[in-house]
């Protein structure tokens, strides 16, 4: 009405070119008012969640329960469904922004509580972040896909670029003992350093790592200084494996390895790899047929903490006896000295690479193994190798020194 008075009023005592200016002023003026009026009846009745997919009044209800202003605004600002966090939004714990780690991790199925779920993945993220920025969620999908949340969760020194390393060693390891990111790396980096390896070659010794030996041998192998001139020896299995003062062989034990039974022994508790033990069960037999019932096993399987005592005179780790294919034998009430002369001896001379085994010191050897001649220790290698060094009167190390 005051604006009605004021123009009918201004028409009256302005002269005529004023009242035109006056009435385009006065139209400027009440369109701007309605404009106002308007914008402000408008935003009264805005819904700002319109954007929202999958919004509605009991979700609603929820966001602006549980969400404070900051997080509404980033909800709005990224248009996130409201199915993809809203089964989260009453956990105390709950992050909007890591609705995407949490949507990953219960997609493995392997959390029985969201509670859980949602500490588990705000340690994630917040880690991933403060190292991937932008590229977060990427690793954490990579984590996921190789099982490996919990080991970056509590390891402090995990590489992505190990992650096939980890994969590899873990299974040495207890279920919840993240200890093998540290010691993989550890590993990883000595063999790069005095072996040299990398690529295929690294991956391919540390594939014979896990299937050779446990966490302690592995230990064992890696963490202790070497004898001079010595390298570590990363696939003790081998067969035709020279092991001596300088190859070392850390802790190992064979992962097969069964007690001996039905051989006359001089301890009853002894043990061989399983091939080898079956290959001399197999000789014992062909012995007692041809009426050599005399043999005696004197040595087998001497472990790493056995030799640590000193007891054997070996050096632990440096000892064939650990490969558990090596053996003494002796006829009974015949000295070692004499062996060499027996009847049993000679048997085996001519027959035990038909079994797999050598003699592994022969006597005119000595320049090839550096190690005294010995009558009474044998090694098993398999048939295929022992035919070989039999047919042409090779040593172990002649044989290995033609194959490379």
């Known amino acids: 009405f005051l604006l009605l008075w004021f123009f009918n009023t201004s028409w009256y005592i302005m002269e005529q ?10 139209l400027y003026l009440i369109v701007t008012l309605c404009f106002t009026i308007a914008f402000i ?38 248009a996130i469904a409201v199915d993809q966090f809203i089964k989260y939004i009453e956990f105390p714990e709950f992050e909007l922004q890591y609705y995407e780690f949490y949507n990953a991790l219960n997609r493995t ?22 190292s991937f920025a932008s590229n977060a969620l990427s690793r954490c999908n990579t984590l996921i896909k190789n099982d490996l949340v919990n080991a970056y969760i509590n390891q402090e ?25 540290a010691d993989t790396n550890t590993y990883l980096s000595i063999m790069k350093e005095f072996d040299g390896l990398e690529g295929k070659k690294l991956y391919d010794n540390v594939k014979l790592l896990s299937n050779n030996f446990t966490k302690g ?18 696939n003790p299995s081998d067969l035709a494996l020279v092991v ?9 034990e064979p992962k097969n390895q069964v007690e001996i039974r039905g051989i006359p022994r001089v301890k009853y508790s002894m043990y061989l790899q399983e091939d080898a033990n079956n290959s001399l069960m197999e000789m014992y037999r062909a ?24 007891s054997s005179g070996i050096l632990p780790g440096y000892n064939e006896y650990q490969l558990g294919t090596t053996i003494n034998l002796q006829k009974r009430e015949i000295s070692i000295a004499d062996f060499d002369q027996t009847d049993i001896y000679k048997w085996l001379i001519n027959h035990c690479h038909e079994y797999g085994f050598i003699l592994r010191y022969p006597s005119d050897k000595v320049d090839v193994t550096n190690h005294e001649y ?21 040593a172990l190390e002649e044989y290995n020194a033609n194959e490379e």
């Open 17 to 26: 070119g004023d009242i035109m200016k006056l009435k385009r002023w006065h």
């Open 217 to 234: 041998s592995l230990a064992s192998l890696f963490n202790h200084d070497l004898q001079p001139n010595a390298k570590r020896i990363y």
């Open 374 to 394: 010995s009558s009474t220790t044998f090694r098993y290698v398999g048939k295929e190798i022992a035919s070989k060094l039999h047919v042409q009167n090779l």
């Open 287 to 310: 012995l007692n047929d041809e009426g050599y019932n005399d043999m005696v096993l004197t040595a087998a399987y001497i472990s790493y903490d056995v030799a640590s005592l000193g």
């Open 244 to 252: 001596n003062n300088e190859t070392y062989i850390g802790g190992y």
């Open 109 to 130: 199925n392997k959390y029985s509580n969201y509670s859980d779920l949602i500490n588990v993945g705000n340690q994630l993220a917040s880690k991933l972040e403060v």
């Open 41 to 78: 009846s408008i935003n009264r009745k805005y819904d700002r969640f319109y954007r929202v997919n999958g919004i509605n009044n009991d979700n609603r209800a929820l966001i602006e329960m549980y969400l404070d202003d900051e997080e509404q605004d980033y909800l709005v600002e990224n």
């Open 157 to 181: 020194g995990f590489s992505f670029d190990n992650i096939d390393y980890y994969q590899l060693l873990r299974s040495l390891y207890d279920e919840g003992d993240y200890t093998y990111i």
